[in-house]
């Protein structure tokens, strides 16, 4: 048998798998199917049984807790870093589309909270004060539509299969499509976008990302720019833990 992951934080999952069986597989926490979603940490083992007569116990995965969670009471909060560019991580810029950018772990627009939406999806939202979600731009799933940060609608075009891919590395699948992240130009360009199948994921590290545990933020106002007159563009940011902003100028006023 063998996990998706080896290690999870509350409310994560990881799936179990087994093959060879041509009968019922039952594992130890008494569900059966060849694969299955387990939320607890342990040790797992499987039997196959054919024709009434079971197996042996399986080989065993175990399933610890992750060292790389959000902060205590913190919540699941991550930096989404790259795999193939060092140094650099996920955050909108101010037309919204999902560019990388020099990592800050200061700065909350490269801070991301996932949250489980459906038991197997993950919404991720933007830590900044404005609830912006992960999304793919215009709800498609083609290829090369680039990722932005969105207001949240709970559209399967929001929601996200994280794949584990070994080495803290992992992958995001677009619910409802066969699509994943990549990052443009085999990692040459700054813009994410969808581009090619799950079963490719292990196979480009363009595609590959991974996720710094931060604390949830309680304050502070930091924000990618939200206004532009043409010329000029000033720079909004909320308060996470409250209803005020800052309201920064592009120039000094005398």
Not at 23 to 37: C, F, P, R
Not at 209 to 235: I, K, Q, V
């Amino acid at each position: 048998i063998s996990s998706s992951t080896s290690s999870i934080c509350s409310g994560q999952m990881a799936t179990l798998t087994t093959i060879g069986c041509s009968g019922t597989v039952t594992w130890s926490n008494q569900q059966t199917g060849t694969s299955i979603t387990v939320s607890q940490t342990g040790t797992y083992t499987a039997t196959c049984t054919v024709g009434g007569c079971p197996s042996g116990n399986s080989n065993s995965v175990t399933i610890s807790a992750g060292s790389s969670c959000g902060g205590s009471g913190g919540g699941n909060c991550y930096g989404i870093r790259s795999v193939v560019v060092a140094g650099q991580s996920l955050q909108p810029i101010s037309d919204g589309t999902i560019r990388r950018r020099t990592t800050n772990t200061a700065d909350n627009t490269q801070t991301w909270k996932l949250e489980l939406a459906d038991g197997t999806h993950y919404r991720l939202t933007l830590q900044d004060g404005s609830g912006r979600v992960l999304g793919v731009q215009n709800g498609t799933a083609n290829r090369r539509t680039p990722l932005s940060a969105q207001t949240a609608t709970g559209g399967d075009h929001q929601l996200w299969k994280r794949v584990g891919l070994g080495g803290d590395k992992y992958g995001f699948v677009r619910k409802g499509a066969d699509i994943t992240w990549d990052l443009e130009g085999g990692g040459g360009g700054d813009l994410v976008h969808l581009y090619g199948p799950e079963s490719q994921l292990s196979q480009f590290n363009n595609r590959q990302w991974y996720l710094d545990g931060r604390a949830c933020p309680s304050g502070g106002r930091r924000a990618a720019p939200s206004y532009s007159d043409g010329s000029s563009e000033w720079r909004l940011m909320p308060n996470p833990a409250g209803d005020e902003v800052t309201l920064e100028a592009p120039y000094s006023l005398n």
